[in-house]
């Protein structure tokens, strides 16, 4: 990181985060597509059009995985934090992954 950043202000900062932002959004049109991005975005305006399905909302989703998530838990709330903790903490490479 460019040291002088650091010594601006946070406000300033944030301005400046958001001219380039900004600059990054006006020039968007020339950042091209990878042909598998591209495919993708075809397969799925296809199965859009093909079945007119705008597909579930955000809450939905969420309220999904929240669901899927406690049942594999079996109502162990504490569990997944545990394990993920334990993990974390493991010197076992198979695990190093998480971090």
Known sequence: MNPGIRDLPIDQRIRLVEEVWDSIAADQ?????????????????????????????????????RKRRNSEL????????????WRLRSNDPKYRPLL
């Not at 007119?52 to 955000?58: L, P, S």
């Not at 079996?74 to 903790?85: A, D, I, P």
């Open 74 to 85: 079996g109502g162990q709330k504490g569990h997944v934090t545990r394990q993920v903790s």
């Open 29 to 65: 049109g020339s950042v091209g597509l990878t042909e598998a991005q591209r495919i993708e975005l075809n397969r799925r305006l296809d199965a859009y059009e093909e079945d007119g399905q705008a597909g579930a909302d955000v809450q939905s989703v969420l309220e999904g995985i």
